[in-house]
């Protein structure tokens, strides 16, 4: 039983990861979205590789680095699945 049960964890895991890289690609494709879509985006793909925020906030002459160091902040604690099922949920609302 262990067997199958790894077996389905690999594959849900496979299918996350499939579903985001598909997300990717549409979100290279997207028309110019806001920039609190844009931040969005990027905390989740962020939390989605990178787990927790492991770097300290960009100094406050860094408007961008701040923006997009919060975007990432506000992911903390997601997991990696969960991360990559709201990058995915983020990037259908923004192609529909």
């Given at each position: 039983q262990l067997h199958v049960c790894?077996?389905?964890?690999?594959?849900?895991?496979?299918?996350?990861?499939e579903e985001f890289n598909?997300?990717?690609?549409?979100?290279?494709?997207?028309?110019?979205?806001?920039?609190?879509?844009?931040?969005?985006?990027y905390g989740w793909f962020k939390q989605s590789?990178?787990?927790?925020?492991?770097?300290?906030?960009?100094?406050?002459?860094d408007m961008?680095?701040?923006a997009k160091w919060d975007a990432w902040e506000k992911c903390k604690g997601v997991s990696k699945?969960?991360?990559?099922?709201?990058y995915c949920e983020v990037i259908k609302r923004l192609s529909a």
């Open positions: 790894a077996a389905l964890v690999t594959r849900t895991m496979s299918a996350f990861q598909l997300a990717v690609e549409v979100a290279n494709k997207l028309p110019k979205a806001s920039n609190e879509d844009m931040l969005e985006m590789n990178l787990g927790d925020v492991n770097t300290a906030r960009p100094g406050m002459f961008k680095g701040k699945e969960e991360a990559m099922q709201k």
